[in-house]
């Protein structure tokens, strides 16, 4: 599944499930309106408790010249979330290979046209960073016919507190949901880039976080 990591190898795979259970918690946009796509379009940062979402972090850019975006530089000046341009963000829509609520990165073509939606770049930030992180991610539908171009690859770039890349990741897509898992050996994650080389477009969902600790 990871095609190639950095050189220094410090974020490896790890086991979705067990990511899951060591986090405790999930970020599922269930508390979106359920809408059909395009779904709604989200102009600004999303908050939670346990997270940030945006396109990118401060100090980078995006790149649109392409039919996906690209961001660089490749490390942030920091980890504070930024949106995307209008129409250019993300959107939320039911999503018939999840069976639920899922994001869509919004990339050039933009909101209205079906060739924008999977093909932005998505920027995570958690408020709790640990060892591990998570997210699961459709690609494309099965395709019997072999009609549609194969699957591509997607590029998860992995920071530290502060901003600094603890990895670089490519994973080879596939039809279908995939559930991915990450470890850090060194510094906890604290942030998350997910880029697309993928011609379908991506949609993202159930993002693991860690949950806030009850006391007493």
Not at 52 to 57: M, Q, V
Not at 176 to 187: E, N, Q, Y
Not at 198 to 206: H, K, N
């Given at each position: 599944?990871?095609?190639a990591?950095?050189?220094?190898a410090?974020?490896?795979?790890?086991?979705?499930?067990?990511?899951?259970?060591?986090?405790?918690?999930?970020?599922?946009?269930?508390?979106?309106?359920?809408?059909p796509?395009?779904?709604?379009?989200?102009?600004?940062?999303?908050?939670?408790?346990?997270?940030?979402?945006?396109?990118?972090?401060?100090?980078?850019?995006?790149a649109?010249?392409?039919?996906q975006?690209?961001?660089?530089?490749?490390?942030?000046?920091?980890?504070?979330?930024?949106?995307?341009?209008?129409?250019?963000?993300?959107?939320?829509?039911?999503?018939?290979?999840?069976?639920?609520?899922?994001?869509?990165?919004?990339?050039?073509?933009?909101?209205?046209?079906?060739?924008?939606?999977?093909?932005?770049?998505?920027?995570?930030?958690?408020?709790?960073?640990?060892?591990?992180?998570?997210?699961?991610?459709?690609?494309d539908?099965?395709?019997?016919?072999?009609?549609?171009?194969?699957?591509?690859?997607?590029r998860?770039?992995?920071?530290?507190?502060?901003?600094?890349?603890?990895?670089?990741?490519?994973?080879?897509?596939?039809p279908?949901?995939?559930?991915?898992?990450?470890?850090?050996?060194?510094?906890p994650?604290?942030?998350?880039?997910?880029?697309?080389?993928?011609?379908?477009?991506?949609?993202?969902?159930?993002?693991?976080?860690?949950?806030?600790?009850?006391?007493?």
């Open positions: 599944m990871f095609l990591e950095c050189a220094l410090q974020v490896v795979e790890a086991d979705y499930d067990r990511v899951a259970a060591e986090l405790g918690g999930v970020f599922d946009f269930e508390a979106f309106e359920v809408l796509e395009p779904g709604a379009a989200i102009e600004g940062v999303i908050s939670a408790p346990g997270l940030r979402i945006g396109e990118r972090f401060a100090g980078q850019r995006v649109r010249g392409q039919p975006d690209r961001v660089t530089p490749p490390a942030p000046a920091g980890l504070a979330v930024r949106p995307g341009a209008p129409g250019r963000n993300h959107a939320v829509a039911h999503h018939a290979g999840f069976g639920s609520n899922a994001l869509f990165p919004l990339g050039p073509a933009g909101f209205g046209r079906i060739e924008g939606r999977g093909e932005g770049a998505t920027a995570i930030r958690f408020a709790r960073p640990r060892q591990v992180a998570g997210f699961r991610v459709h690609a539908y099965a395709d019997p016919l072999g009609t549609r171009p194969a699957p591509g690859t997607l998860l770039r992995v920071f530290g507190p502060g901003g600094r890349t603890l990895g670089t990741v490519e994973v080879a897509l596939r279908g949901v995939m559930s991915l898992g990450f470890r850090s050996i060194g510094a994650i604290a942030g998350l880039l997910i880029e697309t080389h993928d011609p379908g477009g991506i949609a993202l969902d159930d993002i693991l976080f860690a949950a806030v600790e009850v006391i007493g």
